[in-house]
């Protein structure tokens, strides 16, 4: 395991782990606060994503971070990653075999930024950090502890913009994680 941001930031560029490497553009390792108590997770990056090698700038980050924002946040004041570093084609989900290639990257990057909330951002990315293959409707806005960190499941931000009756719920998920983080900081 890598002990630096540097070492895990080189060890994904060059990564050749899964054939995800082979259509990519750009690895796309995450962002943030490298101290930040609050992280958020997603499935992977898509064709905004993979141009320009940052989580989360398409129309689902334009969404997130609104979400964030409204939080009392910014950006910059989280973490933001996803399971897999690099671009599935055609945007599909991740196979198990290339989240499982990537997990030790996001175990990395756990490490380093030692949140004390992670926010999973839909069905793949609660299946993957999780180990759970619970519907996102049925596991969304229920707190999972795992050695003092607290995962809360909700919509991801590309399920709100294709079904905004889903936005009430995903913002009260959002609500309680920053909740639980004012709990915890104390």
């Known amino acids: 395991m890598n002990a630096s941001w540097q070492g895990l930031l080189e060890s994904i560029g060059e990564c050749r782990r899964c054939r995800l490497c082979e259509t990519r553009t750009h690895v796309v390792p995450g962002e943030g606060d490298p101290n930040a108590r609050l992280m958020f997770i997603g499935e992977g990056p898509g064709r905004d994503e993979d141009q320009q090698g940052r989580p989360f700038v398409g129309a689902s980050g334009q969404l997130l971070d609104r979400m964030i924002h409204a939080l009392g ?47 999973l951002l839909g069905k793949v990315a609660y299946r993957y950090v999780l180990k759970q293959d619970a519907p996102i409707s049925a596991a969304r806005g229920q707190w999972v502890e795992r050695k003092g960190v607290w995962f809360m499941p909700t919509y991801h931000p590309s399920a709100l913009l294709r079904d905004p009756s889903k936005k009430r719920e995903a913002w009260e998920d959002l609500k309680a994680a920053r909740q639980k983080l004012v709990e915890l900081e104390g």
């Open 73 to 119: 946040m910014e950006r910059t004041d989280v973490y933001i990653a996803n399971v897999v570093k690099c671009r599935p084609p055609m945007n599909r989900n991740p196979e198990p075999d290339e989240a499982e290639a990537c997990m030790d990257y996001l175990r990395q990057q756990f490490v380093l930024v030692r949140p004390r909330v992670i926010v």
